[in-house]
């Protein structure tokens, strides 16, 4: 009973749509009316800047850690601690709390990932900053690290490096995550390639990204 009631609260606390409350909340702004319609930490931090910006992904990311951790914080043993983190991802991409339209999860699924195998995380996260440093998009930044999550996942345990051995369970976490991640910036990767993606006040826009106006 008790693992069914925390594999419950990880959905819930995934479900947090803490940008769309932040922005109802302090700035009197449905995030869902302005710029790209998504409630996630890109869409808040065009929209109401760097603060709530931070809040929101902070809030996001540390949702899909504490589902991961919620087996060990309750001592609950059978299930492994990367479906619950599963869980809050799907929670955040489909909210109870907002009608069921959430968030691009790519914050929830790195909190998850550094609950899990904080080192991994680390590794994504070089990766992630390397190319919105090359690209200028947040967009391009989330589907080249999904990406390199499951070439890591894959080849890693291959030669011990930050992953000592396969797991098969956490192999096929990390491609559902990058699936999920990837098909939710389906729009973006059209505009990448129609080179009209929006961009982020730095780096080198090594791909000559013009947004429209």
């Known amino acids: ?3 069914i009631v925390l594999l419950i609260l990880a959905y819930l606390l995934g479900s947090i749509p803490s940008g769309l409350w932040i922005g109802l909340a302090f700035f009197k702004i449905n995030l869902r009316e302005h710029g790209s ?3 996630g930490t ?3 931090f065009r929209i109401l800047g ?3 910006g931070m809040a929101t992904f902070v809030i996001d990311f540390f ?3 504490i589902a991961t951790l919620l087996p060990l914080i309750f001592q609950v043993q059978g299930v492994s601690p990367l479906v619950f983190g599963l869980l ?3 929670g955040h991409t489909f909210p109870v709390f907002a009608g069921f339209k959430g968030g691009k999860a790519v914050a929830t699924s790195a909190g ?3 609950g899990f195998a904080p080192l991994f995380c680390l590794y994504l996260a070089v990766v992630f900053f390397g190319t919105l440093y090359l690209g200028s998009m947040i967009s ?3 589907v080249t690290a999904a990406l390199a999550a499951v070439l890591g996942a894959l080849i890693f345990p291959l030669f011990g490096f930050i992953l000592s051995n396969y797991d098969l369970l956490f192999t096929l976490i990390i491609i559902t995550l990058a699936g999920i991640v990837i098909i939710r910036h389906k729009d973006n990767i059209n505009r990448i390639q129609n080179k009209t993606e929006n961009l982020v006040p730095w780096g080198l826009n090594i791909t000559h990204q013009k947004p429209k106006k």
């Open 1 to 3: 009973m008790m693992t």
């Open 37 to 39: 319609g998504n409630t």
């Open 42 to 44: 890109t869409n808040t």
């Open 50 to 52: 760097k603060k709530a």
């Open 63 to 65: 949702k899909g850690t």
């Open 88 to 90: 809050a991802v799907i």
């Open 112 to 114: 998850v990932i550094f």
């Open 140 to 142: 391009l930044s989330s």
